[in-house]
């Protein structure tokens, strides 16, 4: 797979009244015809999501959504679905139609970005209408023509300068760490839960991140650790899958710092310092405690699956309680969220950022902490304060 991630590509969408020509401009900006385009108002009824590279910036994931503007039942599920994709967006692009500029949505639609700080464009569409009064009281909005491809290139010249600007150095795990030079150990299980022939998504993302930051890393077995370690000269950091965390902190001494890929995870897409706070709300769960589990994809559950299995047993086991849990595996978050004592969340590999960011201000709101699976998994095993260290809190 050559591809950027979708979770670790900037994520640019299109907002704009239904007919604001969103999808012409989505289309215009990819170079392709991937959205349908047409007169009749809202065709786009679910978002489109496509991989880009905006050059010289780098991968972006470009979406359209259904217009906003339209108060029928079906105009307000467009909305709904519209609002989750403000959820992910890092940066927004407004589309207005030059002949018929509804200011009001406009102000509406920026101040939910600015509620959200989400810096956005101001991109009026079909510019060959325009009289000319639009760009006088919007001075810094750009002007498409599809029919010009330079206003095209105007805009994506745009885009990269603002991107560049805004864009959060949301993909490191451990560049900001370590110095270059120094070594980890990587410590990846292969037991009956590591995929065939592959190492998981969080794991190669840290490798590459350690040979981008030129930090040595060394790949063991759990079963191979306590070998490699006498045979290096120097450790600087032990970061193991969450799973064998009681195994490997019981291995590496002390003078050695120890963490898992989860919180590597976790530090990067969210706020690592509350989702580690949340974890101590366990000491206040009682019988009959409603636990959700959150988990941003869908994948095969085996029986020995983190978050319906082995997170479940450990932590009735450790309170000592009747706890229930429940489960919700989408890109979306539910919005019952005060029905629960606590939310425990996957690492969130396959969203980004900003995604992780809101679920965390969502439960926030519904005054419910949140914590993840790998800081849970430290946590009850004692070695939530060693694996913090690295992370200097
Ligand atoms: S469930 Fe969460 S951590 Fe696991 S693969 Fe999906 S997004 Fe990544």
Request: charged share 25%; proline share 4%; hydrophobic share 40%.
């Amino acid at each position: 797979m050559k591809e950027t991630p979708i979770a670790f590509r900037t994520h640019v969408s299109i907002f704009g009244n239904t007919n604001a020509g969103k999808s012409t401009l989505f289309n215009l900006l990819l170079g392709q015809d991937m959205a349908i385009v047409s007169d009749v108002k809202g065709t786009t009824t679910d978002p489109i999501t496509k991989a880009m590279e905006l050059l010289p910036y780098g991968p972006i994931a470009l979406t359209d959504t259904a217009g906003l503007g339209d108060a029928t039942a079906i105009g307000g599920k467009r909305a709904e679905k519209t609002q989750k994709v403000l959820n992910k967006t890092d940066y927004a692009i407004y589309a207005a139609d030059s002949s018929d500029f509804d200011e009001s949505a406009y102000q509406e639609a920026k101040n939910a970005f600015d509620k959200k700080k989400i810096r956005h464009t101001l991109v009026f569409t079909k510019s060959d209408l325009s009289d000319g009064s639009l760009s006088l009281k919007h001075p810094d909005a750009i002007f498409v023509s599809s029919n010009d491809e330079a206003s095209i290139e105007k805009l994506r010249k745009h885009l990269v300068s603002e991107l560049t600007a805004v864009a959060p150095d949301e993909n490191t795990m451990i560049g900001d760490l370590l110095p270059a030079g120094s070594t980890v150990v990587l410590v990846i299980p292969i037991d009956s839960e590591a995929p065939k022939g592959r190492i998981i998504l969080p794991q190669v993302q840290f490798l590459r991140d350690c040979l981008d930051h030129g930090i040595k890393a060394v790949c063991v077995r759990d079963t191979e650790l306590e070998e490699t370690l006498k045979e290096l000269r120097k450790v600087d950091l032990v970061v193991t899958d969450s799973q064998a965390f009681k195994f490997v902190s019981s291995v590496v001494p002390d003078s050695i710092k120890l963490t898992s890929f989860s919180m590597m995870m976790a530090k990067m897409k969210g706020d690592l310092k509350k989702l580690a706070r949340g974890a101590y709300a366990i000491e206040t769960l009682k019988d009959g405690s409603k636990i959700l589990m959150a988990e941003a994809c869908t994948h095969n559950v085996s029986h020995e699956d983190i978050g319906r299995v082995k997170i479940p047993a450990l932590l009735r086991k450790y309170t000592g309680k009747q706890l229930e849990f429940d489960y919700y595996v989408h890109h979306d978050f539910p919005k019952n969220l005060s029905d629960y004592s606590l939310v425990i969340h996957c690492g969130g590999c396959m969203i980004n950022s900003r995604s992780m960011l809101n679920r965390i201000d969502f439960c926030e709101e519904a005054g419910v902490p949140i914590t993840n699976y790998g800081v849970v998994l430290a946590y009850v095993n004692g070695i939530l304060d060693r694996s913090k260290t690295i992370f200097g809190f």
